[in-house]
């Protein structure tokens, strides 16, 4: 199972390194995950697409830099991070 998740996730990697949008395989989960739950906060994203707290950081980082998402404060935990898919995410 491990060999087969390295074949896809390498397989995805090269699609949407094709598609040309700078997009790698953490960013998709990133977005496919929000596209079925949003709002999340960042930490919930991260557990949900299985992707580590430091990797979850620079992952949004990226996709606000491209637009695809927006970082707002919680309002009632400022401690906290809400992700949202922008329309163009």
Do not use: W
Request: net charge negative; with cysteine.
């Amino acid at each position: 199972l491990y060999d087969l998740g390295s074949v896809l996730r390498r397989r995805l990697d090269a699609a949407l390194a094709e598609a040309g949008a700078g997009l790698r395989t953490r960013h998709f989960a990133v977005l496919s995950t929000l596209g079925c739950m949003e709002p999340l906060s960042q930490r919930a994203a991260a557990d949900e697409a299985d992707i580590d707290p430091a990797t979850m950081v620079k992952t949004v980082d990226d996709l606000e830099r491209l637009g695809l998402v927006t970082r707002t404060r919680n309002p009632r935990d400022r401690r906290a991070h809400e992700l949202m898919l922008t329309e163009a995410g």
